[in-house]
T-cell receptor
Framework: GDSVTQMEGPVTLSEEAFLTINCTYT??????LFWYVQYPGEGLQLLLK?????DKGSNKGFEATYRKETTSFHLEKGSVQVSDSAVYFC???????????FGKGNQVVVIP | GAVVSQHPSRVICKSGTSVKIECRSL??????MFWYRQFPKQSLMLMAT?????????EQGVEKDKFLINHASLTLSTLTVTSAHPEDSSFYIC????????????FGPGTRLTVL
């Protein structure tokens, strides 16, 4: 079945550092790919998405490119801020399927 | 963008009572809504898929008699936790399907349930 794998463990980094969170997926066909962000005590917010190979999703300085050859959708931001501290979830949605498959999430802590 | 609300945001109840959580799509119609459960520092676990006007589809291991779902209109789905016990304490999140324009789900802010 469809599945998403995120890199293990929390990510702690200093303000203005470069952030990368790895995400790989397993799915049949061409799924849509998403990154969601969850701030403490809140629900999930869509951060960005890509619906086909080589698409780049971007929002608020975050980017991720849909790489079919490596089945990846890594999240990047060039200069993080303290306000970026949150949990980030990678997710996919298969074609003809209305269910989302989530990765385990990564806690990101940005230190001033 | 599409907005999904949940009510209440927090609820504390005694063991053995029932609690109803509402999920509303505020500016769009949602034929399908989803209910998730999230334990501390963990990912979302899909509990059930709620379709307007029909019975919900529950994931394996989720008790349908304990977690009653009703999707009576295109903008409202409710989750009722019946005879709640402390192990039901969790963060419950709903989402609504927006197929037109992007094939994505929009999430509510979540409901924190604490059963004493």
């Amino acid at each position: 079945g469809d599945s998403v794998t995120q890199m293990e463990g929390p990510v702690t980094l200093s303000e203005e550092a470069f952030l990368t969170i790895n995400c790989t997926y397993t799915a049949t066909g061409y799924p849509s790919l998403f990154w969601y962000v969850q701030y403490p005590g809140e629900g999930l917010q869509l951060l960005l998405k890509a619906t086909k190979a080589d698409d780049k999703g971007s929002n608020k300085g975050f980017e991720a490119t849909y790489r079919k050859e490596t089945t990846s959708f890594h999240l990047e931001k060039g200069s993080v801020q303290v306000s970026d501290s949150a949990v980030y979830f990678c997710a996919l949605r298969g074609r003809g399927n209305n269910r989302l498959a989530f990765g385990k999430g990564n806690q990101v802590v940005v230190i001033p | 963008g599409a907005v999904v609300s949940q009510h209440p945001s927090r609820v504390i109840c005694k063991s053995g009572t029932s609690v109803k959580i509402e999920c509303r799509s505020l500016d769009f119609q949602a034929t399908t809504m989803f209910w998730y459960r999230q334990f501390p520092k963990q990912s979302l676990m899909l509990m059930a898929t709620s379709n307007e006007g029909s019975k919900a589809t529950y994931e394996q291991g989720v008790e349908k008699d304990k977690f009653l779902i009703n999707h009576a209109s295109l903008t409202l789905s409710t989750l009722t936790v019946t005879s709640a016990h402390p192990e039901d304490s969790s963060f419950y999140i709903c989402s609504a399907d927006l197929v037109v324009g992007g094939n994505e789900q929009f999430f509510g802010p979540g409901t924190r349930l604490t059963v004493l």
